[in-house]
């Protein structure tokens, strides 16, 4: 991967596939390792928890009520939360498709998730006190979503895959589908599909053995076309 990033700028009668895969925004390295589309991705993820955050803050200091503060941290975290693991779980497709690496955009969005689903499910049993948390079948799935992210959120790091080992590790973190199924099936039953279950979906289908061989095969062919420089 390193040897593709320094080729020089393809000339102009390079395939227009050789060119798209030059553009700046997909290719160069900005910041820390990251491209600028990747950077714009994070940057967005983590508006919602600095919001709740500050919303969390002002009630502390009662510029704001609790109730105010619930609301708000509810609304933040409900779709904000969904878009956010949506875009992880989509993040392998893409790896496939672009052959760039996504582990670490994954990994950051991921935490944004936990943190948004930890705030969303404790404004909730705030407001309505834990007995409700499974009291209807689309807080049931809520629930199991939230659930099963915690050891996931737990286990995000080097010191458990090395504890663990790579193959318990990844067997472990296969609950990411259940998750993600759990998710789909909260927002169907609530009847809001939005951005964030569309991407779930997408993450499915990226995933279908069909689908992600030909997404990998893209990757392949595009390299065997580019003009080899010396």
Known sequence: MTALLQHPSPTPTAPASDR???????????WNGFTPLQLLVISLATIAPLLIGGAIGAALLGVISTEAMNQFALAAGENPGMITFGAMFVASPIQWLTGRSQVRVRKYL?????????????????????ALALSTP???????AFALAVPLF??????SQRAMGMKRWRTL?????????????????????????VLITLGF??????????????VDRRRAARPRHT
């Open 20 to 30: 798209r895969d030059h553009l700046p925004w997909r290719r160069r390295r900005v």
């Open 205 to 218: 289908i990226g995933r279908i053995p069909v689908v992600r061989r030909w997404l990998t095969n893209r």
């Open 110 to 130: 991921g935490i944004i998730f936990f943190l948004l689903a930890l705030s969303n499910a404790a404004m909730f049993v705030l407001e309505t006190g834990l």
């Open 154 to 159: 737990l286990t995000s790091n080097r010191r």
């Open 173 to 197: 973190h296969k609950l990411t589908y259940i998750v993600a199924a759990a998710l789909l099936g909260h927002v169907i039953l609530i009847g809001d599909i939005g951005p964030g279950a």
């Open 138 to 144: 689309f807080l049931i799935a809520g629930t199991v």
